[in-house]
């Protein structure tokens, strides 16, 4: 059983053909199509799709201004891709610990990492589990920064009963294939922002003048003007022919997933050896992960063990994420160590991944819940 497996299905290989056999395989029709209806879908007033969530990091970074010397605060529990666009930027990665909780950014040690080149904030929504948006909207107002969210994980999150991707100055999402919607590789940015919209849309082909995507159609022009530096960041009809219809079943995949979580949470929730994910009274989570915590000082085995234990039983997991001021990139050039943000370590020195994704049968869920009781017990001490 894989850590993820997709759910592509007959409607979007169809619209995939229709794309191929058309005049638009790049950002076309479909590539708008998708953007309006993600925008409704949102609630927001501005779409614009990408190629990747990353990209999308870096054209909203961009657009807001980040440049050589400023300083952005974020989370060390993420994906790299988080870090490296600030860095790509010539701007420096300030970190602040996590939650126990959540495993999302820690807003009361937020503040004290502010300084006069703090420029942003980048929220990560972990696992699907939005931050406390009202908090640190309230901090980047105090402190006239921009937020942007990292929602690689939180497309169906919602704070407060509003969804993720309409609450701070820009919202970035991920459609790679373990998402909850999937377009193989691909990204959307939301915002409500009209001025930053306009900018980032030209900024993500180029810095090519506005409508450059119509230029090879009837209704564009063979001439054009680069306005600004920009970036290679388009989304391509082919994917968006995907993204159409990922969106359209949306809501029956995330019925699916909290059903997983859900049977996951009432099995473990007694095992002392296992701490299940908590989900906060503001949010409602996308369940993009189920992480659970491995209590191995109750066990006499290791949580790389335990992984291991499952892998022999075929069922395939993953840790989110090695923290990066661990890795050997951000250890020699920025001089972390082990310690500078213990709660982050304790979690991933604990942490593993389960699968959860829509077309998990009833008696999937069953044999990997199974699977842990047993390896559990006999390794209890």
């Given at each position: 059983?894989?850590?993820?497996?997709?759910?592509?299905?007959?409607?979007?290989?169809?619209?995939?053909?229709?794309?191929?056999?058309?005049?638009?395989?790049?950002?076309?029709?479909?590539?708008?199509?998708?953007?309006?209806?993600?925008?409704?879908?949102?609630?927001?007033?501005?779409?614009?799709?990408?190629?990747?969530?990353?990209?999308?990091?870096?054209?909203?970074?961009?657009?807001?201004?980040?440049?050589?010397?400023?300083?952005?605060?974020?989370?060390?529990?993420?994906?790299?891709?988080?870090?490296?666009?600030?860095?790509?930027?010539?701007?420096t990665p300030i970190f602040v610990?996590?939650?126990?909780?959540?495993?999302?950014?820690?807003?009361?040690?937020?503040?004290?990492?502010?300084?006069?080149?703090?420029?942003?904030?980048?929220?990560?929504?972990?696992?699907?589990?939005?931050?406390?948006?009202?908090?640190?909207?309230?901090?980047?107002?105090?402190?006239?920064?921009?937020?942007?969210?990292?929602?690689?994980?939180?497309?169906?999150?919602?704070?407060?009963?509003?969804?993720?991707?309409?609450?701070?100055?820009?919202?970035?999402?991920?459609?790679?294939?373990?998402?909850?919607?999937?377009?193989?590789?691909?990204?959307?940015?939301?915002?409500?922002?009209?001025?930053?919209?306009?900018?980032?849309?030209?900024?993500?082909?180029?810095?090519?003048?506005?409508?450059?995507?119509?230029?090879?159609?009837s209704e564009g022009s063979w001439?054009?003007?680069?306005?600004?530096?920009?970036?290679?960041?388009?989304?391509?009809?082919?994917?968006?022919?995907?993204?159409?219809?990922?969106?359209?079943?949306?809501?029956?995949?995330?019925?699916?997933?909290?059903?997983?979580?859900?049977?996951?949470?009432?099995?473990?929730?007694?095992?002392?050896?296992?701490?299940?994910?908590n989900v906060e009274s503001y949010?409602?989570?996308?369940?993009?992960?189920?992480?659970?915590?491995?209590?191995?000082?109750?066990?006499?085995?290791?949580?790389?063990?335990?992984?291991?234990?499952?892998?022999?039983?075929?069922?395939?997991?993953?840790?989110?994420?090695?923290?990066?001021?661990?890795?050997?990139?951000?250890?020699?050039?920025?001089?972390?160590?082990?310690?500078?943000?213990?709660?982050?370590?304790?979690?991933?020195?604990?942490?593993?991944?389960?699968?959860?994704?829509?077309?998990?049968?009833?008696?999937?869920?069953?044999?990997?819940?199974?699977?842990?009781?047993?390896?559990?017990?006999?390794?209890?001490?």
């Open positions: 059983m894989p850590f993820s497996r997709h759910s592509i299905g007959k409607e979007e290989i169809n619209e995939v053909v229709d794309s191929l056999k058309s005049d638009w395989i790049t950002t076309g029709p479909k590539t708008k199509e998708f953007e309006k209806n993600f925008k409704n879908f949102i609630g927001c007033n501005h779409a614009i799709a990408v190629n990747s969530c990353t990209a999308a990091l870096q054209v909203a970074l961009a657009a807001a201004g980040i440049k050589e010397g400023d300083e952005v605060i974020t989370s060390p529990l993420t994906f790299v891709a988080t870090v490296e666009v600030i860095i790509h930027l010539k701007a610990d996590i939650e126990k909780n959540t495993f999302n950014i820690d807003i009361n040690k937020i503040e004290e990492k502010i300084s006069k080149k703090t420029k942003a904030i980048i929220p990560v929504h972990y696992g699907g589990h939005p931050c406390d948006m009202d908090r640190i909207m309230q901090i980047a107002s105090d402190n006239d920064l921009i937020v942007i969210e990292d929602a690689a994980h939180a497309i169906g999150s919602k704070y407060k009963q509003n969804l993720v991707g309409n609450i701070g100055d820009v919202t970035c999402f991920s459609f790679y294939a373990t998402k909850n919607l999937a377009t193989a590789e691909g990204g959307m940015i939301t915002t409500n922002n009209t001025e930053l919209a306009e900018k980032m849309r030209i900024l993500s082909l180029h810095g090519i003048s506005k409508d450059a995507w119509k230029r090879y159609s001439y054009y003007e680069i306005q600004d530096l920009g970036y290679k960041a388009n989304m391509s009809d082919i994917e968006a022919s995907i993204g159409i219809h990922q969106l359209k079943k949306f809501d029956l995949m995330q019925k699916r997933r909290k059903e997983i979580a859900m049977a996951y949470t009432k099995s473990f929730k007694d095992i002392k050896e296992i701490k299940t994910p949010a409602e989570h996308a369940w993009h992960l189920y992480p659970i915590l491995i209590n191995t000082k109750l066990l006499n085995i290791s949580r790389n063990e335990f992984i291991e234990a499952l892998k022999t039983e075929n069922i395939g997991t993953s840790v989110h994420f090695i923290p990066i001021h661990l890795h050997p990139y951000y250890l020699n050039n920025y001089g972390f160590k082990r310690g500078d943000f213990p709660v982050t370590e304790s979690v991933y020195d604990m942490e593993i991944s389960l699968p959860i994704y829509p077309r998990m049968s009833d008696e999937d869920v069953r044999y990997v819940i199974n699977v842990i009781q047993k390896i559990t017990h006999l390794h209890r001490k």
